[in-house]
């Protein structure tokens, strides 16, 4: 079955600790997303990549680092300097980036900072 | 800036029709989806519009007025598991969606 996988679904860590979201897909998609999602906040854009090798900064980037070395992979670490980390994080893919290419969501992680 | 307005939360009735409207302000315009997200979960594809009027896809149909930027999804003969959220999102000249906050739609017996 082809589709996204993200882990760990629920995470814990200490203030001041960077931690790795790990994001697979096998559905030889181009571009790659992730998002934050907050209550009451639409999703947003953390970092993209249209290509291996290639990512963009999103609308909240600081704090954040992606790395695209193999076109399944979009890693996301999530470094002391955010913040506030605390919230629902999406990976998410789709097959390029024009208009009509729908994003395909992965299950999400779920990152409590104490 | 870009903004996409959606009402925080409606009520319907199980076996009735809801209508969950959308505005957006965005630079540009490349298409707009709705997706649904339960509680917890990841956001699956609904629908998308690109051109004005009404997609239906089975009991859910889309309508979409560029020159009023304005869309509304509309889900017919409501059950209990369409409870969940419904995000609007807007591909902007970028190629980048902008979402909506969501519309959680609340399903009463």
């Known amino acids: 079955d082809g589709g996204i996988t993200q882990s760990p679904k629920y995470l814990f860590r200490k203030e001041g600790q960077n931690v790795t979201l790990s994001c697979e897909q096998n559905l030889n998609h181009d571009a790659m997303y992730w998002y934050r999602q907050d209550p009451g906040q639409g999703l947003r854009l953390i970092y993209y990549s249209q290509i291996v090798n290639d990512f963009q900064k999103g609308d909240i980037a600081e704090g954040y680092s992606v790395s695209r070395e193999k076109k399944e992979s979009f890693p996301l670490t999530v470094t002391s300097a955010q913040k506030n980390p605390t919230a629902f994080y999406l990976c998410?893919?789709?097959?390029?980036?024009?208009?009509?290419?729908?994003?395909?969501f992965g299950p999400g992680t779920r990152l409590t900072v104490l | 800036g870009q903004n996409i307005d959606q009402p925080t939360e409606m009520t319907a009735t199980e076996g009735a029709i809801v209508q969950i409207n959308c505005t957006y302000q965005t630079s540009g315009f490349n298409g707009l989806f709705w997706y649904q997200q339960h509680a917890g979960e990841a956001p699956t594809f609904l629908s998308y519009n690109v051109l004005d009027g009404l997609e239906e896809k089975g009991r859910f149909s889309s309508f979409l007025s560029r020159s009023k930027g304005y869309s509304y999804l509309l889900l017919k003969e409501l059950q209990m598991k369409d409870s969940a959220s419904y995000l609007c999102a807007v591909m902007d000249s970028n190629y980048q969606l902008i979402w909506g906050a969501g519309t959680k739609l609340i399903i009463k017996p």
């Open positions: 998410a893919s789709s097959p390029g980036t024009s208009g009509s290419d729908e994003q395909f």
